[in-house]
């Protein structure tokens, strides 16, 4: 350490809280990238299902890049329920009900709601431990400055032991008024 530094003191509760505050603002950028990712997975999956139930021209540049983009998302719910035909459309395409799809966007769904509430959770807990060091720390001036106020006037705390730290001189009483000294 050199010489001009000073050593650099940390208050008792500090430290604590932001050793649990960097940890939940880490926690809440993921929840939100998270929530960011089921957001977009939901708006790929609605658009694959409503592609697939009218039947789009599957060798459209668009309708490929949706069909890929939604078969990862829909991996661990394929062959849960049968999709069931509704016909052909003008290009011979095949209309498809997959309710697959709906059942992957409400579980996707339920996901999304919980990663906000948590993200909520965390954001509020964040707001809660900053307020609260803000209170301490208008407390701990307020208590600071009511000490040295009572150090420093006593007469007007309401204490009743004067500490002396000179002692006054009497004051002097005129016997006759009506002279002058």
């Known amino acids: 350490m ?51 139930l009218l039947g789009a021209n599957p060798t459209s540049e668009f309708v490929r890049w949706i069909y890929r983009s939604s078969d990862r998302a829909m991996n661990p719910f394929r062959g849960i329920f049968e999709p069931i035909q509704l016909g052909t459309s003008r290009q011979a395409v095949p209309a498809v009900f997959d309710t697959s799809f709906l059942f992957a966007m409400v579980i996707y769904g339920i996901v999304c709601i919980a990663v906000h509430m948590g993200v909520t959770w965390l954001g509020d807990r964040v707001h809660r431990m900053d307020r609260d060091r803000a209170r301490q720390a208008r407390l701990d001036a307020y208590a600071d400055a009511s000490e040295s106020y009572r150090v420093h006037r006593p007469d007007l705390m309401g204490s009743t032991t004067v500490t002396p730290t000179a002692a006054a001189p009497a004051p002097t009483v005129n016997p006759h008024p009506t002279e002058i000294q």
């Open 2 to 52: 050199n010489q001009n530094q000073t050593p650099q003191t940390v208050e008792p509760g500090k430290s604590h809280d932001s050793l649990l505050r960097i940890p939940a603002l880490v926690v809440r950028v993921l929840g939100y990238m998270i929530y960011a990712y089921l957001v977009v997975v939901e708006v790929v999956l609605a658009l694959a299902f409503t592609l697939q």
